[in-house]
């Protein structure tokens, strides 16, 4: 969701008025995902590396996301959205830890739609994460170390029981991934749009959707 701080800025607003129109934007891209029969849409939210901004931004955008929750619940029912998390999110605060264990557990049995909101993530910890853990399955004796394939991997990435993204959308014409999935997006189809995340509407989405089915996907084959 990059570029709420420019979309903020180029307005002459404080860069949480960005924020706040970034969360505002979920609700009619989730809408669209739905309607386009798309099933799983990550969100990159919050990086390992953003608790490097300053204090009042990180406090705020945690108001934020508690807020978004309360406000979308009806909405995330209304559509069948189901909300997920992937990262380090037992380091939030304890209030947004609570509203987001409230609403993952509100809209656990929903089904058009999985939202992922990748929060406290960072791609190269989940894959620091995987390799501690076949590490400890491997000394315990649970795993022969010669037998450790990318499934060993796949399958403690926090993203095990989701396929792999088939597209990537980075808004605000970045040219890089950000910490961001490193191995789930080896074979994802990239679209990169100068349009600042607040401005991207369910009309980019289609698209960003219609430029992917043009695309020729062969992984690897010819
Ligand atoms: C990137 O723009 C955006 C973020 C780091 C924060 C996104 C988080 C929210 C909108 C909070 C609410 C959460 C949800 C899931 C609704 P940037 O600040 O890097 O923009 P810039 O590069 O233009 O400064």
């Known amino acids: 969701m990059d570029g709420n701080g420019r979309w903020a800025r180029h307005r002459g607003l404080p860069r949480l008025k960005g924020h706040e129109q970034g969360a505002a934007n979920v609700r009619p891209i989730t809408e669209e995902c739905v309607a ?11 990086s390992t590396e953003n608790w490097k901004r300053p ?7 945690w108001i934020l996301l508690g807020n978004f929750l309360e406000l979308e619940l009806p909405t995330m029912m209304k ?5 997920r998390t992937i990262g380090h999110t037992h380091e939030l605060p304890e209030e947004a830890r609570q509203k987001l264990s409230a609403t ?7 089904k058009a739609l999985t939202l992922i909101l990748a929060l ?3 791609s190269r910890t989940e894959l620091a994460d995987a390799a501690r853990s076949i590490a400890e399955d491997a000394r315990s004796g649970a795993l022969d170390p010669a037998t450790i394939t990318p499934d060993a991997i796949q399958s403690r990435l ?3 029981e989701y396929p792999d993204p088939d597209l990537l959308i980075r808004t605000s014409g970045e040219m890089r991934l ?7 997006l080896s074979y994802a189809e990239f679209y990169i749009t100068p349009k600042f995340w607040p401005d991207f509407g369910k009309q980019d989405l289609r698209a960003a959707i219609a430029e992917f089915h043009k695309r020729e996907r062969r992984f690897g084959g010819i």
């Open 36 to 46: 386009q029969g798309v099933e799983f849409l990550t969100l990159y939210a919050f």
């Open 55 to 61: 204090g009042e931004e990180v406090s705020g955008l």
């Open 79 to 83: 559509n069948g959205i189901r909300l």
């Open 104 to 110: 993952i557990a509100a809209t656990a049995e929903n």
């Open 120 to 122: 406290n993530y960072s």
């Open 158 to 160: 926090y993203t095990s």
């Open 178 to 184: 950000s910490n961001f999935m490193l191995w789930q």
